[in-house]
């Protein structure tokens, strides 16, 4: 069975209704996310798939809805959900619209970042590889779609940035820069458990943390780090310390959001006043 939604009203009715659970913000661009009803809760919770990636579900008002996260090289158009529910398949169909990014030249004096020689190239393919498994789990702790600020700061990158360093263009900026002092706190803006911590070569040091359900967030170029792999953290608590470690012109911490895999825009978990 095939089901259409418009994605406009949707996201009108939606955002009214999500508001007082702080679901996040929607918005229907690469790099955005959406929230679409696939079932009523007096059904089993169903399993949703997007693009080949388990998509994270919550109850709200006797309904299950899909938080889809779109990535940011998906191309604008119909797109489709696949949902397995109360022993029926059937696919949701919805459409992303286009949106343009700025573009952001930077200049860095450590060359080897940039164009990295050839031993660092092998670890850093070693990496991408372990931050792509990383960002594609799915634990099925309750997902915890509330989240805060993680340090006070001015916002220096904004997400999805076509970034060019030292005149070579480089992937999007796939998280939100908050400039803040060396030293400054870096805290959880959700609880769950931390699946990583370690140095990474862009990065930094670096923490990564799951909120069930298919929803993590990333801490990176920290100066220390105050978690442990494996350890539970509530909303608030202390992570680490904002630095300039692996990649970074100056302190500030990079965050990063990701829903089924994909990044998305940190923003959009935000409510007025974080």
């Known amino acids: 069975m095939v089901r259409a939604i418009t994605i406009l009203t949707g996201l009108t009715l939606l955002a009214c209704a999500c508001t007082t659970q702080a679901f ?8 955005g996310l959406v929230i679409i009803p696939v079932a ?76 990295p020689d050839e031993a660092s190239s092998a670890r850093i393919i070693q990496e991408l590889a372990l931050q792509k498994r990383l960002v594609r789990q799915f634990s099925e702790q309750e997902t915890q779609t509330e ?35 060396s030293g400054t706190p870096v805290r959880v803006a959700a609880s769950g458990r931390v699946i990583y911590t370690g140095t990474l070569f862009f990065s930094g040091q670096v923490v990564y943390v799951d909120h069930g359900g298919g929803l993590l967030s990333m801490y990176a170029h920290l100066s220390q780090i105050h978690v442990q792999q494996g350890e539970m953290v509530t909303q608030g608590d202390l992570l680490g310390l904002v630095g300039k470690t692996g990649r970074a012109t100056g302190p500030h911490l990079h965050w990063s959001v990701y829903l089924n895999g994909a990044a998305v825009n940190p923003a959009l978990f935000l409510q007025k006043g974080n």
């Open 24 to 31: 996040p913000t929607q918005q229907a661009v690469p790099g």
């Open 40 to 115: 009523k809760q007096s059904q089993a919770a169903p399993l949703v798939y997007y693009a080949g990636q388990r998509v994270t579900i919550a109850p709200h008002q006797g309904e299950w809805l899909a938080l889809v996260g779109i990535p940011l090289d998906a191309k604008p158009g119909p797109q489709q959900l696949e949902v397995a529910s109360a022993g029926q398949q059937q696919t949701i169909s919805f459409a992303i619209s286009h949106k343009s990014y700025r573009t952001q030249r930077l200049r860095l004096a450590d060359h080897n970042t940039v164009e």
């Open 147 to 181: 989240f805060i600020r993680p340090v006070a700061g001015r916002d220096s990158g904004r997400f999805g940035l076509r970034r060019i360093l030292n005149g070579h263009q480089r992937q999007p900026h796939s998280g939100m820069d908050i400039a803040a002092a």
